[in-house]
């Protein structure tokens, strides 16, 4: 079973199989619940708003799931993005997309978010405030249908909020701004703490850096872009501090690999970048 949140996508980006999901999401097809709920709880099962999604005209392109050493894989949180027939077709540098995540095991609800897929990078984005619903698994299929049109319908406000982004400039100022705030979604400044992993001057300059020349430039997605790739993706400096190394060691992160933690932050990232457009 392949759990890596950045690595579930085929390679050029197609719609998966059901063996494809199964392999790297098996709690999708789970149709039973946690043995720890009661008969009363009603579970919204994945596999069955599949159907749903494809006769909207979505289907699944990226699958992951929570690694779990004690919670049973089929009950596991998990997420599941979709692209419309039309958008996977495209060949733009970005397309929108509908992300899901739920589980089986009683610890929430399901939610959808509009998000989008730029190709340079492979880089899957989830906007914040405005862009997500959520309902609870008693709601079952007919409010997921409600709550699905509802977030169709703001994919084209995410597109026009990207196209205001690309047309603001920012300063190299507001860039490092914008970068000291994206940091901060997963690391704390370092001032002397104990153990833990900790952003230092470093850490914001590297999640600013150029990686390619599609990512080259000042509008405020291109900067957002940069920061997301280099929160999420790792390979920026931090200082850890373990029993091994009680004054800290400089060394690179590592990717998020969390369904949770994924969700929060690529959600906390949006809701900067977007402040520095609406502000």
Same mark, same amino acid.
């Given at each position: 079973?392949?759990?890596?949140?950045?690595?579930? *996508? !085929?390679?050029?980006? /197609?719609?998966?199989?059901? @063996?494809?999901? =199964?392999? *790297?999401?098996?709690?999708?097809?789970?149709?039973?619940?946690?043995?720890?709920?009661?008969?009363? &709880?009603?579970?919204?099962?994945?596999?069955?708003?599949?159907?749903?999604?494809? %006769?909207?005209? &979505?289907?699944?392109?990226?699958?992951? =799931?929570?690694?779990?050493?004690? @919670?049973?894989?089929?009950?596991?949180?998990?997420?599941?993005?979709?692209?419309?027939?039309?958008?996977?077709?495209?060949?733009?540098?970005?397309?929108?997309?509908?992300?899901? &995540?739920?589980?089986?095991?009683? +610890?929430?609800?399901? #939610?959808?978010?509009?998000?989008?897929?730029?190709?340079?990078? /492979?880089?899957?984005?989830?906007?914040?405030?405005?862009? =997500?619903? $959520?309902?609870?698994? /008693? #709601?079952?299929?007919?409010?997921?249908?409600?709550?699905?049109?509802? +977030?169709?319908?703001?994919?084209?406000?995410?597109?026009?909020?990207?196209?205001?982004?690309?047309?603001?400039?920012?300063? +190299?100022?507001?860039?490092?701004?914008?970068?000291?705030?994206?940091?901060? +979604? $997963?690391?704390?400044?370092?001032?002397?703490?104990?153990?833990?992993? &900790?952003?230092?001057?470093?850490?914001?300059?590297?999640?600013?850096?150029?990686?390619?020349?599609? %990512?080259?430039?000042? !509008?405020?997605?291109?900067?957002?872009? $940069?920061?997301?790739?280099?929160?999420? *993706?790792?390979? @920026?400096?931090?200082?850890?501090?373990?029993?091994?190394?009680? =004054?800290?060691?400089?060394?690179? @992160?590592?990717?998020?690999?969390?369904?949770?933690?994924?969700?929060?932050?690529?959600?906390?990232?949006?809701?900067?970048?977007?402040?520095?457009?609406?502000?």
């Amino acid at each position: 079973m392949s759990n890596h949140v950045i690595f579930s *996508r !085929n390679a050029d980006n /197609s719609i998966l199989t059901p @063996a494809q999901i =199964q392999h *790297r999401a098996p709690a999708v097809f789970s149709t039973t619940k946690s043995e720890r709920l009661s008969d009363r &709880y009603v579970s919204l099962n994945t596999s069955d708003v599949l159907p749903i999604m494809a %006769d909207y005209g &979505y289907f699944p392109t990226q699958a992951a =799931q929570k690694r779990s050493r004690k @919670a049973s894989t089929e009950h596991t949180a998990h997420m599941l993005a979709f692209s419309s027939a039309h958008d996977i077709a495209e060949t733009g540098d970005v397309r929108p997309e509908i992300i899901l &995540y739920n589980s089986h095991d009683g +610890t929430g609800s399901v #939610k959808l978010f509009a998000g989008l897929f730029r190709f340079i990078c /492979s880089n899957g984005i989830v906007a914040g405030d405005g862009f =997500q619903s $959520r309902i609870y698994h /008693s #709601k079952a299929l007919n409010g997921f249908e409600e709550m699905l049109r509802t +977030t169709t319908a703001t994919l084209p406000l995410l597109m026009d909020r990207i196209d205001k982004m690309r047309g603001v400039s920012l300063s +190299t100022g507001e860039a490092y701004d914008m970068a000291i705030a994206g940091v901060a +979604t $997963r690391w704390s400044d370092y001032t002397g703490q104990s153990k833990g992993a &900790y952003a230092v001057a470093q850490t914001v300059k590297d999640v600013l850096q150029v990686r390619r020349d599609g %990512d080259e430039g000042y !509008n405020a997605f291109t900067v957002f872009n $940069r920061i997301q790739e280099g929160v999420i *993706r790792g390979n @920026a400096m931090i200082r850890s501090i373990t029993d091994v190394h009680p =004054q800290g060691v400089m060394r690179k @992160a590592r990717p998020v690999n969390s369904i949770k933690e994924h969700q929060r932050i690529n959600s906390a990232l949006w809701n900067i970048a977007d402040e520095f457009v609406t502000a």
